[in-house]
Every structure is written in structure tokens, then in C-alpha cells.
């Protein structure tokens, strides 16, 4: 993502202050959820840009909420790990209380609130995948920088390379899917992205959700 307002030759070590750095640290990046038979695969890759500059080749865009959830990010990465912070205590703190892990549709829930309580002030995206247990499925959400909140019991993509990981899940992603199909696939799907779109490359980062909880498959 290229911030116009920002003149990257201009910088130097002396007037980078916090409010430049998070103006000009956007990624664009591919991030990818999707459901399979069992649960939930959730993945992006490793390239952070800032403006033409590759910024970092092993940037972490895929996080852990808890043993049953986790996140991918896409936007600014001041306001997206600021997010994740704060999901992964809110989380903590609810299964102190309940005395048991929070379902992803509550993380997906608080994510929507701090998004829309700080509404175009956080330019963020996320993804939240995981399982859960009172339903006994895997579960898909997404949420723009506006506090929209999305569901979708097939698959979505968030980030400048989405559409070419839509174009190769509408074209390949069937119902219950087996894990070692959904891996396959999500690994096309962000591939894809990382052929065609330059702000995506690097590391795939993928993360298996089921019954069993979570585990980082690469």
C-alpha cells in the first residue's frame, strides 16, 4: 500500500516520529480464511512494504488469540498489532471469568467493537478464524476498519492480493473439503497472490484450527 501524502526520500532519522512511521508502515498483503471439514485453515505471508520499500521479509501477519482462535491482519501494522493486543488480553480476561476459552465469535465480536469505537481511526483488517466448541465447527469471520463485521461459511480474503486468492477459492473450494485438500488449496490461493501482486510475498504463515485447538503448519 502506497501512502501519496508521504515523501519517503524526505525522511531521516531526526523527523521520524511515531505519527509518520504509522502513516507510512501500510502493508499490502494477501490474508486468506477458509473452511474444511474438520475446522478452520487460516493463513497470509511474511513480505511488510512501506511505500515501494520492502519493509521486512519475515513480518508476522498471522497471531494466536487462544487455543481456539486466531487472526490474520492487513492495513497498518501500528493499529493492527495494537488490535491483537488487545483481543488476546480480552481473551485472557473472559476465560479467567467464564472459566472456560472465549468462542471465536466473541473475539470476532470484540474486534468489531474496537474497530468501530476508534471508526477510520484504526486502518485495520482482520480476519478471525477458529473452532468452536459449542457448535462444532469451524468458523469464519471478517472485519473492515469501519466495525463491519463479516461472516462466511465458505472462505474470504482480505488485503491487495485478495483478489487473486478469491479467484483461485471460487474456482476450487468444495464442501467439506478434507485438511490435506484445504492446506493444498489455501497454499495455491495465497501463491497466487504472491505471483501477481507486489506487495505479497516471501514466507506463506499457515495455522490449522479444529477440535483439537490450534497448530502453526508453517
Known amino acids: 500500500m502506497i501512502n501519496k501524502n508521504v515523501d519517503i526520500k524526505k525522511l531521516s532519522l531526526e523527523n521520524l516520529n511515531e505519527d509518520t512511521l504509522k502513516e507510512i508502515l501500510k502493508t499490502g498483503t494477501t490474508t486468506v480464511g477458509l473452511v474444511y471439514q474438520e475446522g478452520v485453515i487460516i493463513g497470509t505471508e511474511s513480505q511488510a512494504t512501506a511505500g515501494y520499500v520492502v519493509a521486512s521479509k519475515e513480518a508476522q501477519k498471522l497471531f494466536e488469540i487462544n487455543k481456539y482462535t486466531a487472526a490474520t491482519i492487513s492495513g497498518g501494522v501500528a493499529d493492527a498489532q495494537y488490535v491483537i493486543n488487545q483481543l488476546q488480553a480480552l481473551s485472557r480476561l ?109 514466507k506463506i504463515q499457515l495455522a490449522r484450527i479444529n477440535k483439537d485447538g490450534l497448530t502453526k503448519i508453517q
Open 94 to 202: 473472559r476465560q479467567v471469568e467464564k472459566e472456560k476459552i472465549p468462542e471465536p465469535k466473541y473475539i470476532a465480536n470484540i474486534c468489531r467493537n474496537i474497530l468501530f469505537s476508534g471508526r477510520s481511526y484504526y486502518l485495520a483488517m482482520m480476519i478471525i478464524g477458529g473452532y468452536s466448541m459449542s457448535e462444532q465447527q469451524g468458523q469464519l469471520y471478517g472485519i473492515d476498519l469501519l466495525g463491519t463485521l463479516f461472516e462466511d461459511e465458505k472462505f474470504m480474503s482480505f488485503g491487495s492480493g485478495s483478489t487473486y486468492s478469491l479467484g483461485v477459492l471460487e474456482a476450487d473450494w468444495k464442501p467439506g473439503l478434507s485438511e490435506e485438500a484445504a492446506i493444498s488449496l489455501m497454499k495455491s490461493a495465497i501463491t497466487s497472490s504472491r505471483e501477481r501482486d507486489i506487495a505479497s510475498g516471501f
